[in-house]
């Protein structure tokens, strides 16, 4: 079995697409902030927000997150320390 990069529970999905982690890790270098977005995304896309992206399989609202940033739909900017 492949080794998961992120292997926490994220509500009650257990498991993101490993491709889509690998791909989202090429626009956000940074693993905790990648986790930011996506989580952030989540919660927007649950409380009704459409998916920027389409697809002909039904995706995890954190897959749909994944995708939208593979596919530049959605970004960050990062703070000043």
């Not at 697409?17 to 990648?34: E, H, M, S, T, V």
């Not at 995304?41 to 009704?48: A, H, I, K, N």
């Amino acid at each position: 079995m492949p080794r998961q990069l992120f292997p926490f529970r994220f509500g009650n999905i257990t498991t993101m697409r490993d491709d889509y982690i690998k791909q989202a890790l090429g626009k956000i270098l940074d693993p905790n902030i990648l986790i930011n977005v996506v989580s952030r995304r989540v919660q927007q896309l649950r409380r009704g927000n459409r998916p920027m992206v389409e697809s002909l399989e039904k995706l995890t609202p954190e897959d749909t997150a994944l995708r939208e940033i593979i596919e530049e739909k959605i970004s960050f900017l990062a703070g000043e320390n």
